[in-house]
């Protein structure tokens, strides 16, 4: 949206990657213009925009792309990765040589070194941070989780594991053993950061026992945090003890020690983190959402 005072005749030109565009606007004093950018042969939007000399020179103008209220956070409905993560059928998967899915488990008998994989029910992106929980019983070798053709760790031990995995190019959510004999179970990947004491339901982000530990993502590469740029962060929170915070960039919003959907205007620092700290918290977080705030 631009706005300029008084009556002036402006020029105003889109720069893309590849073209110039030029068009002339007819600007009146305190009368919103809307003009539309226009895209390359790729699709992309122009990279900015050039304003030409005024007639007059006590005008302000300001841009607004409409785009900049599209949601910033990476997944902030906390929907599931993983379709079937329960082995409840074989819905989902693909099984190698040597897996079989029944009575709620993926099995590996015989050593095996062949995959158990399926492909993303939420797109991945690459180079972003996905937090995978799965559980273990192990009889023999090793078990590997991979995220879009990334390895996480070799486990060969029984357990419940939680790591974090940097995205491959790849669409495939995968278990590739090595001489392994045992079970996969209980598997969700989310792309926020789990703290101890953190889990998600497909849905919610839940906080058990009165914890103090952080819930987390990187800002995705393409919706970058700006610092000292005003955002408008909401979410819905449940609480039953202790008290939540959300921060942007590194600036600390409002401590909140009840039950409601909160949103705040904050002016993010200078990382690259959204994250909610917590005090003794005990509740969920859903629905987190973050725009610029024009």
């Known amino acids: ?33 809307t003009i539309t950018v226009p895209t390359d042969q790729y699709g992309k939007l122009a990279g900015y925009v050039v304003f030409g ?11 607004f792309n409409e785009q900049e209220g599209t949601d910033r956070v990476i997944n902030g409905t ?21 897996w079989t899915i029944a009575a709620g488990v993926a099995d590996a008998a015989g050593a095996i070194s062949t995959a158990l994989s399926q492909t993303s029910a939420i ?7 996905y937090t995978i929980t799965y559980t273990v019983t192990r009889a023999a070798g090793t078990v590997t989780p991979s995220i879009g053709g990334t390895a996480g760790t070799a486990r060969s031990s029984s357990a419940t594991f939680t790591e974090t995995i940097v995205a491959g190019s790849t669409q495939i959510l995968a278990f590739t053993g090595a001489g392994f004999t045992g079970t996969i179970d209980n598997v969700s990947v989310t792309a926020w950061v789990l703290g ?41 929170a449940t609480q039953s003890a202790g008290s939540i915070t959300v921060s942007l960039g590194g600036t600390a919003g409002t401590a909140r020690s009840s039950s409601a959907t909160f949103s705040e205007i904050i002016v993010a620092g200078s990382t690259q983190a959204i994250s909610f700290g917590t005090s003794g918290f005990t509740g969920t977080v859903g629905g987190v959402h973050r725009r610029p705030f024009q």
């Open 78 to 98: 906390f929907a599931e990765y993983v379709t079937n993560g329960a082995f409840s059928s074989d819905t989902g998967w693909t099984k190698g040589t040597g």
């Open 1 to 33: 949206m631009v706005k300029l005072a008084p009556l002036v005749i402006s020029q105003i030109s889109a720069v893309t990657q590849s073209d110039t565009y030029t068009q002339a606007v007819s600007l009146a004093a305190n009368i919103p213009e």
């Open 123 to 129: 797109t991945l992106i690459a180079g972003y941070t």
């Open 53 to 63: 000399a005024p007639v007059a020179s006590d005008y302000f103008a300001r841009i």
């Open 196 to 236: 101890t004491g953190w889990t998600t339901d497909g849905s919610t982000a839940i906080a058990t026992g009165a914890i103090s530990t952080a819930l987390s993502q990187t800002a995705y590469w393409e919706y970058l945090i700006v610092a000292g740029q005003p955002y408008l962060v909401t979410y819905t």
